[in-house]
Every structure is written in structure tokens, then in C-alpha cells.
């Protein structure tokens, strides 16, 4: 079975540009979350998708945002980007049926605004 | 201030020796996982505990959930240069939280094994 694929793995961007990332789950997974890693802040919860609808989401600003497509398929856009928003986004997908919350991380897409 | 806070941040040690990584917190947690993140990859699964005083083993690595669901433990024996990476822990708080299906990640343990 493959993995949770990300793409693209490294993006640099400039203060005030949007940015679109994307995450495909592992076949079969409904569920999918995405996380922001930084050296200060750790990994930090950003939002869940499950069957195209955002069902939690994390204290990030409305500047992060994200969407869920039929086939379980996942982008999550930033506008406006600031110098903080450099870090390592990791989507994650889980079937959401199975053990408490068993997820599957992807490689990260490593995002660097300058 | 981190919901879960591990000890110690960095650890270095040499291949053969043993060692825990805690993970605290003032909160009960559902559930507690580990996972191991190597550079340039995303975070793995090791293990999911969920009962209070729970022990479970996976080869050298032993993983314990404190009686009162509100901290873990993961020791390693006979620790091996492959064992290098970050560990971390996260906790899934109960449903009367309201955040019963978001990870909430500790800091996290550098763990360095040397040859």
C-alpha cells in the first residue's frame, strides 16, 4: 500500500505570496489532518478533513485554510504569508474507524517564506 | 506553555546504554502515542497506549501510561545508532474537551546514539 504522498517537498515563498500544498491519504483513509512543525512551537494541530468536511480545527488564523476533495485528497492554502509561516507542513491520514486516532504521516512539505 | 511537556530535550548517549524519555502533563489524556520523526520524513507510529498503568513492549523499547492517564514513559534498552531520531509523544484529550480528535504533541526528545 503506499504512503501519504505531499507535494511538493519544498516550496520558498515571499512575504505577502499564497501557497497551495497537497496531500494524497493512504487508499482507504477518509480522515486527514495537517500539522505545522516549527523548532520553537513543536507540532502544532492546524485542522482535520473527514469525507470533505472540516470536522476540527486548531487556533491557526483564518489565513490557513484548507479543503477535502471526494476522492479523500487534500490541499491546505495560506494567503498572505509571513516570515513565520516557514516551517515543515505534515499532512496525516487516518482510516478514522480503527484505533484512537492511528495516523499515518507524510514526508512533510518543507516551506520557507523570505 | 506546552500541554505536554518531555524530558530532557536533547539526550546523548552511546550505542549499548539505556534510557527513558518522559512525557508530563497536568492533563488526562484519552490516549497517548509515541512516534519517531528522522530527518526529512514525517512523524511514525511506534505505539498507542490506553489504559492507565498500561506496559507495552516493542523489541528493546518499553512504553508505559501512568496510572493516572496523565503521563508515559519510553525506555530503550541497549540503545543502537538506528534508535537516533525524535521521539515524540501525543496525548488525545477526552470528548468532554471538545478537542477529543486533534493530536496534541509534546515537545519532543533528541535522541542521539553514538557509536
Known amino acids: 500500500k503506499a504512503g501519504v504522498t505531499q507535494t511538493p517537498r519544498y516550496l520558498i515563498k515571499t512575504r505577502g505570496q499564497q501557497v497551495t500544498l497537497s496531500c494524497s491519504p493512504i487508499?482507504?483513509?477518509?480522515?486527514v489532518s495537517w500539522y505545522q512543525q516549527t523548532p520553537g512551537q513543536g507540532l502544532q494541530f492546524l485542522f482535520e478533513?473527514?469525507?470533505?468536511?472540516?470536522?476540527n480545527k486548531g487556533n491557526f488564523p483564518g489565513r490557513f485554510s484548507g479543503r477535502q476533495f471526494s476522492n479523500s485528497r487534500s490541499e491546505m492554502n495560506v494567503s498572505t504569508l509571513e516570515l513565520g509561516d516557514s516551517a515543515l507542513y505534515l499532512c496525516?491520514?487516518?482510516?478514522?474507524?480503527?484505533?484512537?486516532?492511528?495516523?499515518?504521516f507524510g514526508p512533510g512539505t518543507r516551506l520557507t517564506v523570505t | 506553555t506546552q500541554l505536554l511537556e518531555q524530558s530532557p530535550q536533547f539526550l546523548s548517549i552511546q550505542e549499548g546504554e539505556n534510557l527513558t524519555v518522559y512525557c508530563n502533563s497536568s492533563?488526562?489524556?484519552?490516549?497517548l502515542q509515541w512516534y519517531r520523526q528522522e530527518p526529512g520524513e514525517g512523524p511514525v507510529l511506534l505505539v498507542t497506549?490506553?489504559?492507565?498503568?498500561e506496559v507495552k513492549k516493542l523489541k528493546r523499547l518499553t512504553f508505559q501510561f501512568g496510572d493516572a492517564r496523565k503521563d508515559s514513559s519510553l525506555h530503550i534498552t541497549a540503545a543502537q545508532t538506528g534508535d537516533t531520531g525524535l521521539y515524540l509523544c501525543?496525548?488525545?484529550?477526552?470528548?468532554?474537551?471538545?478537542?477529543?480528535?486533534?493530536?496534541?504533541f509534546g515537545s519532543g526528545t533528541q535522541l542521539t546514539v553514538l557509536p
Open positions: 501525543a496525548g488525545i484529550l477526552p470528548p468532554s474537551s471538545g478537542s477529543a480528535r486533534q493530536l496534541t
Open positions: 492533563s488526562v489524556f484519552s490516549s
Open positions: 487508499s482507504g483513509h477518509r480522515s
Open positions: 496525516a491520514s487516518s482510516w478514522s474507524g480503527g484505533p484512537p486516532h492511528e495516523q499515518y
Open positions: 497506549v490506553v489504559t492507565g498503568g
Open positions: 478533513y473527514f469525507s470533505e468536511t472540516q470536522r
